[in-house]
């Protein structure tokens, strides 16, 4: 289904549509995560896009289980004290985005639900392509 025809998530609103991070090279990725005692975190709960053009795409689960795409700038990390700390840094690996470091955006592909807004979001480079959802409420980064 095509985004456009949505009227987007319903308490984050459509975002920004990606279309235009095509024909542009991904410069670096940074992520956000979840640091609590000695656990491993088990994935980023947000990456950030940084392009050829120095723009920002955030990429994240919204509260209401919908896929957030928003031009913004990383956050900075903050300490939750017994909750944790969320630390938020450049990723050189972590994330199926760092395979792809340097390589121009082909194309965009998304996925969305009238009610919902925004599920999923596929980014294809020559190399292969990168997945982002949500599942419970968390954000999925896949590789194909």
């Known amino acids: 289904m ?10 984050h609103g459509a975002g920004v549509r ?3 991070l095509v024909g542009r090279r991904l410069e670096r990725v940074v992520a956000s995560w979840h640091l609590y005692g000695t656990d491993a975190p088990d994935g980023p709960l947000a ?9 920002a795409t955030h990429v994240t689960a919204g509260s209401d289980w919908c896929l957030i795409v928003e031009s913004s ?8 004290a017994e909750l944790g700390l969320v ?6 690996s972590g994330t ?6 340097g390589e121009t955006i082909l194309a965009v592909c998304e996925e969305g639900d009238p009610d919902d807004g925004r599920l999923a979001l596929e980014l294809t480079f020559d190399s292969g392509r990168v997945r982002c959802d949500t599942w419970s409420g968390d954000l999925r980064l896949s590789s194909k």
């Open 2 to 11: 095509e985004l456009e025809r949505l009227s987007g998530c319903p308490l």
């Open 18 to 20: 990606p279309d235009y």
């Open 47 to 55: 990456v950030w896009l940084i392009d050829s053009e120095g723009v």
């Open 73 to 80: 700038v990383p956050s900075e990390e903050y300490d939750m």
């Open 87 to 92: 630390q938020v840094s450049t990723v050189g």
């Open 96 to 101: 199926p985005f760092a395979d792809h470091l």
